[in-house]
C-alpha cells in the first residue's frame, strides 16, 4: 500500500511528461490536443517508459474526455479498497492541484476551459481500488502563473515550515490518529498499539509489541540499509516542502515495559 501512496506522490512527472509535447495547431480541448498523432505518441511512449521504470504497475492507460485528462493504473498487487487510504490520497491531490494544472497551463492554456485530472488504481484482479480526481479552481484566476500572485503562493508556502504545521494544516490534526489505524492492521500480529507523536520536525512511532522480543537494536540496525532509510524519510517529508532536516525515530517497547529497540533516522 505504501508503495501505492508513493507513486501518488510521483504524479507531477506524469503532468511534466505531458506538458513536453507542443501542439501543432490551436486545440479547442486537451482531448483534441492529446489526438493530433505526434503529441499521442510522444505522451503515450513518455508515460509507458515513466511506469516500466518503476516495479509498482503493471501499465498506466491516458484517455480523454474533453478537457479531463484520466490516468487509468494497473497495479502489480494486490489493493484493498480503503476510505482512509483514499482520503488521505485525495487530500494530498488537492494540496497539488495548483502546481498539477500550472504544469498544463504552462504548456497548454485553451482559453475558458476548465481542466480536470482523474487518477483510478486498479488491483492486480483489475477490480477498482481508488479513484480520485481534481477540478482547476477559476476562482484562483490562475494565481500561481501571474508574477504579482507567485508573491501570495510564497507567502502560503513560508507558513508550512514544519512536518507538524504541514500535515495539521493539509490533513487536520488527527493525520497521525487515523494513519496509526492502517499502520496498526499491516502488523496487528506484531503490535498491539502505536502511538504516534509529530512534533515541529520530529516523528516519533511507538510500537507496542504483543510478545517479549528482548533486546532488538542490533538484529533492526542490521536490516536497515541506506534505501530502507531513504523510504522512510521521503514517506514523510517528500510531499511537504519542508527543507530542514527531519528526525523520525522507532521506539519498541517490550510488554513489561524495557524497550527492545530504539532507532533513530535523520535526513
Not at 69 to 90: A, G, R
Not at 126 to 150: C, N, P, R
Request: charged letters at 30%; aromatic letters at 12%; hydrophobic letters at 35%.
Amino acid at each position: 500500500m505504501k508503495k501505492i501512496i508513493y507513486a501518488l506522490l510521483s504524479l507531477t512527472l506524469l503532468i511534466s511528461l505531458f506538458a513536453c509535447a507542443a501542439p501543432n495547431k490551436e486545440p479547442e480541448t486537451l482531448e483534441e490536443f492529446y489526438n493530433q498523432p505526434l503529441n499521442k505518441f510522444m505522451v503515450d511512449n513518455m508515460v509507458k517508459s515513466a511506469v516500466e521504470s518503476d516495479d509498482t504497475f503493471k501499465s498506466c492507460d491516458i484517455t480523454f474526455e474533453g478537457n479531463k485528462m484520466i490516468y487509468s493504473f494497473y497495479s502489480n498487487e494486490k489493493l484493498e479498497k480503503d476510505k482512509n487510504t483514499e482520503k488521505y490520497m485525495q487530500k494530498y491531490l488537492e494540496s497539488q492541484k495548483s502546481k498539477f494544472f500550472k504544469e498544463l497551463r504552462d504548456s497548454i492554456d485553451i482559453k475558458d476551459a476548465v481542466y480536470e485530472i482523474e487518477y483510478i488504481y486498479y488491483s492486480n484482479d483489475y477490480s477498482k481500488a481508488f479513484d480520485i480526481s481534481v477540478t482547476e479552481d477559476t476562482g484562483d484566476d490562475d494565481f500561481l502563473i501571474t508574477t504579482d500572485t507567485q508573491s501570495e503562493t510564497t507567502q502560503v508556502e513560508e507558513k508550512v515550515v514544519t512536518l507538524q504545521s504541514y500535515y495539521d494544516e493539509v490533513y487536520g490534526v488527527d493525520y497521525w490518529k487515523d494513519a496509526t489505524k492502517l499502520l496498526l492492521e499491516q502488523n496487528s500480529d506484531i503490535v498491539s498499539e502505536i502511538n504516534v507523536d509529530c512534533v515541529d520536525n520530529t516523528v516519533t512511532y511507538n510500537f507496542m509489541l504483543i510478545n517479549d522480543m528482548g533486546d532488538i537494536q542490533d538484529k533492526l540496525e542490521s536490516a536497515m540499509d541506506e534505501y530502507e532509510v531513504n523510504a522512510i524519510i521521503n514517506e514523510i517529508k517528500g510531499p511537504t516542502g519542508v527543507t530542514e532536516e527531519i528526525t523520525v525515530i522507532y521506539i519498541y517497547n517490550n510488554p513489561d515495559g524495557s524497550i527492545a529497540a530504539h532507532l533513530e533516522f535523520k535526513g
